[in-house]
């Protein structure tokens, strides 16, 4: 009469452990993404050429983290500017969410993941003159979206976990800003 309920407790903490798990990687690729991106999209300027090869590194950077997944298959990840009058680090339009296909009106980035390479692929938005000079200075969240798969279906079948980094752009020295 007992092992029935303690097999039930133990399936219960290797599913909530696995979901943990992919929780935990999802956030850690966001804030792998977002310290790059503090850095290097700010040096990127408004050339576009150096703006895309920022996004690129700051895809990569996320991508090496969402490799080690084993129950859950990365969805897509987000690269924003976030609204300054967003107490929540939200960007303009609302969370890039629901699939990744809702959110992110303007100065955004979405990316999907292609299974077959392993890698983010850019499909949608931009973001241009990001500002790292001055007194205001631009913050940039990364979002990233998975699509966790329970072992035994006994919580379901999936669970869509999100995590998201926010941080301000690393400020240029004035020499490298405009009229500096």
């Not at 300027?45 to 129950?71: E, P, R």
């Not at 859950?72 to 987000?78: E, L, S, Y």
């Not at 969240?141 to 919580?155: E, L, M, S």
Request: charged share 10%; with cysteine; aromatic share 8%.
């Amino acid at each position: 009469m007992v092992l029935p309920v303690m097999i039930l407790i133990v399936v219960g903490i290797i599913e909530f452990g696995m979901l943990f798990t992919s929780y935990s990687t999802s956030t850690a690729s966001t804030r792998s993404g977002a310290r790059l991106a503090a850095t290097a999209y700010a040096q990127a300027g408004s050339v576009a050429s150096a703006q895309n090869a920022a996004l690129t590194q700051i895809a990569l950077s996320s991508a090496a983290d969402l490799k080690v997944l084993t129950n859950g298959t990365p969805v897509g990840m987000a690269v924003y500017k976030v609204n300054p009058a967003a107490t929540d680090g939200a960007p303009f339009g609302g969370y890039p969410g629901d699939a990744m296909a809702g959110g992110c009106s303007s100065s955004c980035v979405k990316f999907t993941w292609n299974p077959t390479t392993k890698t983010m692929t850019q499909t949608t938005g931009s973001w241009t003159n990001a500002d790292a000079c001055g007194v205001t200075v631009d913050t940039i969240g990364v979002f990233v979206q998975v699509q966790h798969k329970y072992i035994t279906g006994f919580f379901g079948s999936n669970r869509t976990v999100t995590g998201h980094t926010v941080m301000r752009l690393e400020p240029l020295p004035s020499d490298q800003c405009p009229g500096g």
